[in-house]
């Protein structure tokens, strides 16, 4: 069996070609992280009004348009590198800088949410033991799993996984048997999480803003193109994982929300401390006392080192291909360690930028994170009109003109509804961010007078050299 081979390093070494196609969805789902549906629950029903799974239906009819344009260009440009890649190749190298520059934020600050959430469980059972010493020793952990194996830091995700979904299907009997016996309000099944006379469409579509970053792990899948074992697998994986993702996140807002029909419950007396931080060690509590919360903790922690790895392991590749291109330090970005076959300087920074998890919250992240997403969202969508419309021509039938240009058009516009209402602090900081980017561009370039380095110095995105897989 042959498969193209990953571009080389800096240094000459790659990325080694091990993951299959449900090692990639696995990777995916684990940086979705599904337990993040109870960590968010109850800051999602207050801005919803007690919606959740209806904001989450709203984010994944989204994500799975922007998911059928991740697998079309993927599929075309079997690199790492995402957005950035597929911008850089379709439309403009600058403009594909810039994407990448900014879908950083969304990249370098997942690690730090999943540290926070970590921070956040260790501080609930262990309150004496200060939060800073958890984000280390996380921090360090995490990191080395990470430098040493892609393999190794699969097979450790997909247990992680696992085991969190079973905990999670555990607690929907239970809901269920609770609802069954009289708990909440509407019985078993009703619309009322989905619809009521106090829901405004305004405060869903903010809703579906908050909770899009939990889908981020669908398009950072993209990151492993050169670690698949064929890049034919990609669009497959792409589309499973957000729709496996999205299902996930629905049944289990939708008991919880049956279980819990009002926010307040997280909230006595005023104190927003839970909504705030993480609703799910109360929520494990609610339902099944403190064996329950801690089993349910557990499942949240697994869920969240799950995504520590992939999320983790996902931007050091990111920053491995633009450090490949020149537009970050090659020496130092582009390094493949030829024995670990793993961007080690890459893993080693983001760790250490993981250490800032000391000093944030999770609301405050996960806004900045949502606009570095959401520029990535929109720019695959309108690469896919680049590459196949434009590019390729591919513009001249019915069929090709729904695949290539409408179904992308509608892909932009519904991203463009959750830009509607996107924080406005996360708005201007990601805008101050993305300014600084261009003039790094500027600098880059000699005021545009030169171009940004060659794609992988030379080595064609579409044809690569085939080799022998490694199983």
């Given amino acids: 069996m042959t498969a193209v081979s990953a571009p080389a390093s800096a240094n000459g070494a790659r990325l080694k070609r091990s993951l299959g196609l449900w090692a990639i969805v696995g990777l995916g789902l684990g940086y979705m992280t599904p337990t993040v549906v109870f960590d968010t629950f109850g800051l999602v029903a207050r801005d919803t009004n007690n919606v959740v799974p209806l904001a989450y239906l709203v ?89 040493l194996t892609m393999r190794g830091t699969s097979n450790l995700n997909m247990l992680l996984l696992i085991f969190s979904i079973v905990v999670m299907a555990v607690f929907v009997v239970m809901v269920i048997v609770q609802l069954s016996g009289g708990a909440g309000e509407n019985g078993v099944v009703s619309m009322q999480p989905l619809f009521h006379s106090g829901v405004e469409f305004g405060a869903v579509l903010a809703g579906a803003t908050i909770v899009c970053f939990s889908f981020i792990g669908f398009d950072a899948v993209t990151m492993y193109a050169e670690e698949a074992k064929t890049p034919k697998i990609m669009p497959k994986a792409i589309l499973l994982t957000v729709v496996l993702g999205g299902a996930i996140f629905f049944i289990a807002g939708y008991f919880t929300q049956q279980r819990f029909p009002d926010w307040n419950e997280f909230a006595p007396s005023g104190d927003m401390q839970y909504i705030e931080d993480s609703t799910l060690p109360l929520i494990g509590d609610f339902v099944g006392g403190k ?43 582009g390094y493949i360690n030829p024995k ?24 405050m992240i ?84 030169r171009k940004v380095a060659s794609f992988d110095e030379g080595e064609p995105v579409t044809g690569f050299n085939k080799v022998p897989v490694d199983d």
């Fill in 291 to 333: 064996v329950l919360s801690a089993v349910l903790t557990a499942a949240g922690f697994a869920a969240t080192v799950a995504s520590g790895l992939a999320s983790h392991a996902s931007v050091s590749r990111m920053l491995l291909v633009m450090g490949r291109n020149s537009v970050l330090p090659k020496r130092f970005f």
């Fill in 59 to 147: 984010a994944l009819v989204v994500m799975v348009f922007t998911a059928i344009s991740y697998g079309k260009i993927a599929g075309a440009i079997p690199s790492a590198g995402s957005a950035y890649t597929y911008a850089r190749e379709s439309m403009h190298p600058n403009v594909g800088f810039l994407v990448g520059w900014t879908a950083l934020i969304d990249y370098m600050l997942l690690p730090m949410v999943n540290c926070l959430i970590v921070r956040s469980y260790l501080e609930a059972f262990f309150p004496a033991v200060p939060g800073a010493v958890w984000v280390l020793i996380y921090v360090v952990c995490v990191t080395g799993i990470i430098y």
């Fill in 340 to 363: 670990t076959h793993t961007p080690t300087f890459n893993i080693v920074l983001t760790g250490a930028f993981s250490l800032l998890a000391m000093a944030f919250t999770l609301e």
């Fill in 366 to 449: 996960a806004a900045y994170i949502n606009y570095g997403a959401l520029i990535a969202f929109t720019f695959v969508n309108l690469s896919v009109i680049a590459w196949f419309a434009i590019r390729k021509g591919r513009r001249r039938t019915p069929k090709d003109i729904f695949n290539y240009i409408v179904m992308p058009v509608i892909g932009t516009l519904l991203t463009g509804l959750l830009w509607v209402n996107l924080d406005g602090h996360a708005l201007l900081g990601g805008l101050i961010w993305t300014a600084l980017g261009f003039v790094y561009l500027l600098f880059l370039t000699k005021g545009f007078r």
